[in-house]
């Protein structure tokens, strides 16, 4: 199965726009979701970290893919074939252990949360099925899995499609799921394989040399397998999940504490403000009420001479009439 580190590289790499590309004969049919584009430097990247996963352990290997986007960018097809150059030591084996590797890429991921997981045995031997759905909590994707396993022309095949949807994704889930339904070998002529709905416990076959290549040849021909055209195409699974946003709410709580801050120093300030602007004020007023004062005492004094003055005059007038008296008794 796609591993998480090839997911994470198609994210950071990003789509190209679609390029024409050969047409040699298909091994795989499927009908692309209309409108969805293209990226062949994806699919190319995809293909080398499938061949490094060591699918079909025992025998050497060919891979193809190809990586489609919905035109939203909010989910993602991709398409894979893994075939052998020849059989394994033991073709059985691997393949139960190669369908059963779709669940052990989700166990993988820590967090997994595995929705749907099923293996559908074919009691004829030709054509076994596994489907899973999962998420993973960490960047909110939803994972739709479909894979098939063969055997024809002297060959083991697994092809397999994979819609990862982004949390923003859900307009584009039943167009893609469509594709995946549509999947299927191209080749007729099946030959029996056993696997088992129960995932292997007995130690693999030894690895052998697999080089992954793609040539563009039928499966069985002896040469690797090849995915080109839209309309037929093999088929696994690889993603391009939308980026992980950071957590902000650490960024809101430091910012609000310094919103809070300077709203406190702000009051601060504005409240000196209005302290010194209040004392001011009382000093004007107690400045002008001490003018005052002293006017009024001003004025009060002048009075009081005025008075004096006035008792003076008086007493004077009358030590000059009593003068007069006495000068009036005198003379008579």
Not at 36 to 46: E, Q
Not at 213 to 221: I, K, P, R
């Amino acid at each position: 199965m796609i591993r998480r580190a090839l997911l994470l590289t198609l994210a950071m790499t990003g789509l190209a726009q679609a390029q024409p590309a050969a047409d040699p004969p298909p091994v795989a049919r499927m009908t692309q979701p209309a409108g969805w584009i293209l990226d062949p430097p994806g699919s190319s990247r995809v293909a080398a970290g499938l061949g490094a996963d060591g699918l079909f352990a025992g025998a050497p290997i060919g891979v193809d893919a190809q990586v489609w986007t919905a035109p939203s960018h909010h989910a993602v097809l991709v398409t894979t074939q893994v075939s052998t150059d020849r059989l394994p030591a033991d073709p059985d084996a691997a393949a139960n252990a190669t369908l059963h590797e779709i669940r052990a890429g989700a166990d993988a991921v820590d967090g997994a949360a595995i929705d749907r997981w099923t293996v559908v045995v074919d009691p004829a031997g030709k054509l076994h099925e596994a489907t899973l759905t999962w998420r993973d909590p960490s960047i909110g994707t939803t994972t739709i899995v479909r894979a098939l396993v063969f055997r024809t022309g002297g060959a083991l095949a697994r092809i397999a499609g994979e819609c990862v949807i982004g949390p923003d994704g859900a307009a584009d889930r039943a167009a893609c799921e469509q594709a995946l339904a549509t999947i299927a070998p191209n080749a007729t002529a099946l030959e029996p394989v056993k696997v088992s709905a129960d995932a292997p416990v007995a130690a693999e076959p030894p690895a052998e040399p697999m080089p992954a290549v793609g040539s563009g040849a039928t499966l069985g021909s002896g040469a690797p397998p090849s995915l080109r055209d839209g309309a037929d195409l093999p088929a696994t699974v690889m993603v391009r999940p939308p980026a992980k946003q950071a957590d902000r709410r650490p960024l809101y709580l430091v910012g609000g504490v310094a919103v809070l801050g300077l709203v406190f120093l702000w009051n601060r300030r504005e409240r000196q403000r209005r302290e010194a602007a209040e004392r001011a004020e009382e000093a004007r007023q107690n400045r002008r009420r001490g003018k005052a004062d002293a006017k009024d005492d001003d004025a009060k004094d002048d009075d009081d001479a005025k008075d004096d003055d006035a008792k003076d005059d008086d007493a004077k007038d009358d030590d000059a009439k009593d003068d007069d008296a006495k000068g009036k008794e005198r003379d008579s």
